[in-house]
């Protein structure tokens, strides 16, 4: 018995991420995580582009360049 208690006590975390892995996967939240991860790098990209608009000009423009 003390060996089940330790096992739990070591792998508490890892546990509960694998049930809450299963739960995820058995609603298909995951498709809904994926899109507003998505949305996420989407603002990002564009945050970045915006402030760094010349910077990003030259380098897309040298990027072209060599193709």
């Known amino acids: ?3 089940i208690k330790n096992f739990i ?3 508490r975390g890892a546990i509960i991420g694998g049930i809450i892995a299963i739960v995820v ?3 298909r ?3 809904l ?3 507003i991860i998505l949305i ?3 603002i990002f990209i564009g945050n970045y582009i915006q ?3 010349e910077d990003f000009k030259e380098r897309l423009k040298q990027f072209i360049d060599r193709i």
Do not use: F, P, Q, V
Request: with cysteine; net charge neutral; glycine share 10%.
């Open 9 to 11: 006590k070591e792998y």
């Open 25 to 27: 996967l058995c609603t």
């Open 29 to 31: 939240l995951y498709e």
């Open 1 to 3: 018995m003390d060996n």
């Open 51 to 53: 402030r760094n608009k």
């Open 40 to 42: 996420a790098i989407g």
């Open 33 to 35: 995580i994926i899109g």
